[in-house]
């Protein structure tokens, strides 16, 4: 913008408003661009945390599909488990019979022993 002179170098109010106008639409839009330009940041910020979280949310179901399957198959060794713990106990009662009838069989070596003598 061309500024008239005027006497004594003073610059016309017209002149004056003119410029605070122009100086007022550029602060205005530089404002503007900074606020768009931190909204589109925004944008992607937001579009970036709803992919983690969608990430996120497809991680969790497959561990829930997991958890079920796992469930289910504990369930199937658990039966296993059971037989075997019955097994055990089976085992440590024969084991206790085993060692009676050890003690009976040396009390009865004894007893022969005694009742017949040695040739």
Do not use: C, F
Not at 40 to 66: F, I
Request: hydrophobic share 40%; charged share 35%; glycine share 4%.
């Amino acid at each position: 913008m061309a500024a008239s002179s005027q006497p004594g170098g003073q610059r016309s109010p017209t002149n004056a408003v003119n410029d605070t106008l122009a100086t007022l639409e550029s602060v205005v839009r530089l404002d503007t661009e900074a606020t768009v330009g931190d909204l589109d940041l925004l944008v992607r910020v937001n579009k970036h945390a709803a992919e983690r979280y969608k990430a996120m949310a497809d991680a969790a179901e497959g561990l829930e599909t997991d958890s079920e399957y796992l469930k289910s198959k504990y369930a199937e060794v658990n039966k296993y488990i059971k037989q075997v713990d019955e097994l055990d106990e089976r085992v440590s009662d024969l084991e206790a019979i085993v060692r009676e009838l050890e003690e009976w069989a040396g009390e009865l070596e004894v007893k022969v022993r005694r009742i017949i003598p040695r040739r």
